[in-house]
């Protein structure tokens, strides 16, 4: 990509902010259909990665439904366009008030996480007098290491997500019980998994128990990881060759996240200050992990940019924030040339957990979201908060 069009993007909205690329979020979207074409194949996507209605519109447009954890997340698929009868609603905390909301909302399908919550569905369906009855799938745990970081892994029968498959069998009897009909079956195994294996793992204990029940339907979830930084991405074309044999004899549904948006956006500091010390140097910007948690949180490593004139000289130093935590580290143990104070530095592969996992830690307000579109028009999507809209919410004395 060109970096004039950050230096451009700077001095017009300043920074921090972010930047979302229209062109790969269609191609990502693009090789998706391909892995899955020829098939019974229903898209969504997970609006928890970034629920920008601007950027949600995009991907509803190009065929995709929605999947949502919460109403805030069903009100932004909403305000993008999506139908109700084209969103998944998943979780492993659904209140009754919630239960009732969406099916007045007619939410088009649903993954049931435990044993407690399907007794709460049953209440709740007999006294409704909707018509429009959500279609229900069991979300499944079955017990697969999807080798990735230990916070995103979710099919362990450590985790808190679904029911073991020992436990189907009591399950649908429960439903039957309680007159809920259940179409299929529920996976998602983690996020940001690089190796084919998992997936397999999943879907072949997963499916001898759909052809066992003869249930039709599979929703598959997500979690194809991307490249970070010289880290491994997951091989579609084996993915293709070794999944799709194992599920095209159903109708399949999926909930993909990262894949589709993550590689699309970028996060956009400024070096305000250059310090050094005798143990160290850093290279403070704007930005920190009030905005761009993930290093922080999860230990990652996004590739970065820096663009603007540069000391001569190869130098260590860490990449920090403007946060009072010494874990405000963006990227630590770096060597180049250092960059002089107003050179930017482009955080990549944000499109995804950035500004959907921000917060106004430090008093910061959020940044602004930025859309370079298709046609090359650059298109705000989201203005920087002021302070006025940072403390909003606070009642008077």
């Not at 109403?71 to 998944?88: L, M, Q, R, S, W």
């Not at 969406?102 to 006294?127: A, H, T, Y």
């Not at 921000?358 to 940044?367: D, K, V």
């Amino acid at each position: 990509m060109d970096n004039s069009i950050f230096v451009k993007i700077s001095n017009r909205f300043g920074t921090p902010s972010y930047v979302y690329f229209e062109d790969i979020i269609k191609n990502q979207i693009q090789k998706i259909f391909t892995v899955f074409s020829g098939i019974d194949y229903f898209p969504t996507f997970a609006v928890k990665a970034n629920s920008n209605p601007i950027l949600l519109a995009i991907i509803k447009n190009h065929g995709f439904g929605m999947e949502i954890t919460s109403t805030g997340e069903f009100y932004g698929a909403i305000k993008a366009g999506v139908k109700p009868e084209n969103i998944i609603w998943n979780g492993s905390c659904k209140t009754v008030n919630d239960m009732n909301f969406f099916l007045k909302q007619r939410i088009g399908r649903i993954n049931i996480d435990s044993f407690s919550e399907l007794e709460d569905w049953g209440k709740v369906l007999n006294s409704t007098k909707s018509s429009e009855i959500p279609k229900f799938y069991v979300r499944i745990n079955p017990d697969i290491n999807s080798q990735t970081h230990s916070f995103i892994q979710t099919g362990l029968l450590i985790h808190k997500f679904g029911i073991p498959l020992e436990s189907v069998h009591e399950f649908l009897k429960l439903s039957s019980e309680n007159n809920i009909k259940i179409a299929g079956f529920h996976i998602h195994i983690g996020s940001q998994i690089t190796k084919i294996e998992p997936f397999l793992d999943a879907i072949e204990k997963t499916s001898k128990f759909l052809d066992k029940y003869e249930l039709t339907e599979i929703d598959i979830g997500g979690g194809w990881g991307i490249e970070y930084n010289d880290s491994e991405s997951l091989n579609l074309v084996s993915y293709r060759e070794n999944i799709i044999p194992l599920i095209k004899n159903y109708k399949v549904c999926t909930e993909f996240g990262r894949f589709v948006i993550g590689e699309a956006g970028v996060y956009l500091t400024r070096v305000e200050r250059v310090k050094r010390t005798q143990s160290k140097t850093f290279v403070i910007v704007d930005g920190g992990m009030n905005h761009f948690i993930r290093p922080a949180l999860y230990g990652a490593k996004h590739p970065y940019e820096i663009i603007g004139e540069r000391k001569e000289g190869s130098v260590n130093f860490d990449i920090v924030g403007p946060i009072c935590e010494s874990g405000d580290v963006l990227y630590s143990n770096t060597a180049s040339s250092l960059p002089k104070e107003g050179s930017l530095i482009v955080f990549k592969f944000l499109g995804a957990y950035g500004f959907s996992m921000a917060s106004r830690y430090n008093g910061y307000p959020l940044p602004p979201e930025i859309l370079i579109c298709s046609n090359g028009s650059v298109k705000l999507i989201r203005r920087r908060e002021s302070f006025k809209d940072t403390y909003r919410g606070v009642i008077n004395q």
